[in-house]
């Protein structure tokens, strides 16, 4: 049984810091990025595409092997493989201020593990082997989104906008909970899976008692939503 626990992080604004310039560090910038997270390289040498993403403001980069008290204001450490002597110094200083810190392949340096991911819009599924076998939670998630096309995103999108409009009209809570079932059981993700965004609009709203202008009450923008 796995000890790590799963959860999801408000990244906003928050500094992560990586410690490596390459493919990893590139793979984890482009995860963190749409996080809203500000992100900080300190590494002698750079992906081309880092190299880019600095040279446009969208990181930070100290260019330069890691020294002890680099990792001060971070919330968040991530570290290519390194070496053990660097790992275990990431270690001794993230301990001390109590940040997490991830280190590549080496879950005894690690205090958390970065999972494999699915997202489609709102929908995020994540996918860990502990560490033990990180090529299969890959392949795992790679038949995941084969699955879970991007109609989920869609689907959620809708529900996003239905929620204050049925929450005015249904104000009681169990009865509001088995509409939201009864939505999700229904067709609606089919004819989103099919691209008719506007028939399941509709069916939707049938299904939860709502109509158009309640929609529109609660978001004069409005608009149908499509896959």
């Known amino acids: 049984m796995s000890r790590f626990y799963p959860i999801y992080l408000e990244l906003r604004d928050r500094l992560v810091i990586i410690v490596g310039g390459g493919e990893v560090a590139l793979e984890k910038v482009e995860g963190l990025l749409p996080m809203g997270a500000r992100v900080r390289i300190i590494a002698p040498e750079l992906h ?3 190299r880019h993403l600095a040279d446009g403001g969208d990181i930070e ?8 008290g680099d990792l001060e204001g971070a919330f968040l450490v991530f570290s290519e493989r390194l070496g053990s ?3 275990r110094a990431l270690l001794r200083e ?6 997490w810190l991830n280190v590549q392949d080496e879950t005894r340096f690690c205090s958390f593990i970065a999972a494999s ?3 489609q ?15 299969l939670a890959v392949r795992i998630r790679q038949r995941m989104e084969g699955f879970f ?16 409009p049925l929450a005015v009209k249904v104000p009681d809570f169990q009865r509001r909970r088995s509409l939201w079932y009864a939505l999700v059981d229904s067709d609606v993700l089919p004819l989103f899976a099919r691209g008719l965004g506007p028939q399941a609009e509709a069916r939707a709203l049938k299904v939860l008692g709502l109509e158009h202008s309640d929609l529109m009450a609660a978001e004069p923008s409005g608009g149908e939503i499509r896959p």
Do not use: N, W
């Not at 993230?94 to 940040?99: D, G, I, S, T």
């Not at 599924?125 to 990180?134: C, E, H, V």
């Open 94 to 99: 993230a301990e001390a201020a109590q940040q």
């Open 85 to 87: 002597e660097v790992h």
């Open 121 to 135: 819009g709102d929908l995020t599924l994540t996918i860990s082997t502990a560490g033990r076998a990180p090529a």
């Open 61 to 68: 980069v100290v260019s330069r092997a890691y020294q002890k």
């Open 117 to 119: 991911v699915v997202r």
């Open 149 to 164: 096309g991007q109609h989920y995103g869609a689907f959620l999108t809708l529900c996003g906008r239905l929620r204050q």
């Open 48 to 50: 081309p595409r880092l």
